[in-house]
């Protein structure tokens, strides 16, 4: 059983930082099977993906925000996390931490329940 | 970056009803597309990948079924039931920036 959970403050203000942290347990986190995914979802609006890690540590960032975004991960905790500096409201969404089935080409087959991150002052 | 298209924004219609949703690409992306089901305050559900290939977690028979290929691509929904009624999303893993449609809503009508 495949299960992701993110958590992290749920205000950040305006110019800060965001972070967040997922714990995955039953995933085959640390191996070469999967990419682990960060993606969000502005209230009322689509879904947009941040990036993707590797359990190697390489990562792929949408160009949209890659100049705010760093992913890393600590896979003696089973876990992997994401940073976006410079917030401002246009990043106030749901974050969900996703499997990224990668070369296997399945999707994002398993999600976290989410969190809302508001950006304010 | 691709553009995934999705049609319509809006479905109405009744339990028992067949519905078909589609998804049209940018370019040509082989089947390279994913099909997920989201609930209000939810995460999204992986349904189908590949284009046409059922998520195992879904039981069977599936009321679920996804084809196409190239630039366009079709979610089909069987005997719609009262659970049915979400929001549906096409993604396209073919190539990075991964890029979702803009979702369709399908409600009771």
């Known amino acids: 059983q495949v299960q992701l959970q993110e958590s992290g403050p749920g205000l950040v203000k305006p110019s800060e930082t965001l972070s967040l942290t997922c714990n995955v347990s039953?995933?085959?986190?640390?191996?070469?099977?999967?990419?682990w995914a960060w993606i969000r979802q502005p209230p009322g609006k689509g879904l947009e993906w941040i990036g993707s890690i590797y359990y190697s540590g390489n990562t792929f960032y949408n160009p949209s925000l890659k100049s705010r975004v760093t992913m890393s991960q600590d896979t003696s905790k089973n876990q992997f996390s994401l940073k976006l500096t410079s917030v401002t409201a246009a990043d106030t969404a749901l974050y969900f931490c996703?499997?990224?089935?990668?070369?296997?080409?399945?999707?994002?087959?398993?999600w976290g329940q989410g969190t809302l991150v508001s950006v304010s002052s | 970056d691709i553009q995934m298209t999705q049609s319509p924004s809006t479905l109405s219609a009744s339990e028992g009803d067949r519905v078909t949703i589609t998804c049209r690409t940018s370019?040509?992306?082989?089947?390279?597309v994913n099909w997920y089901q989201q609930k209000p305050g939810r995460a999204p559900h992986l349904l189908i990948y590949?284009?046409?290939?059922?998520h195992s977690a879904l039981p069977l028979p599936s009321r679920f079924s996804g084809s196409g290929s190239g630039t366009e691509f079709t979610l089909t929904i069987d005997s719609l039931q009262p659970e049915d009624f979400a929001t549906y999303y096409c993604q396209q893993n073919y190539r990075t920036p991964y890029t979702f449609g803009q979702g369709t809503r399908l409600e009771i009508k």
């Open positions: 039953g995933g085959a986190f640390g191996t070469n099977k999967y990419y």
């Open positions: 370019e040509n992306i082989d089947t390279f």
């Open positions: 996703a499997r990224d089935s990668g070369s296997y080409y399945m999707g994002f087959d398993y």
């Open positions: 590949g284009a046409s290939r059922l």
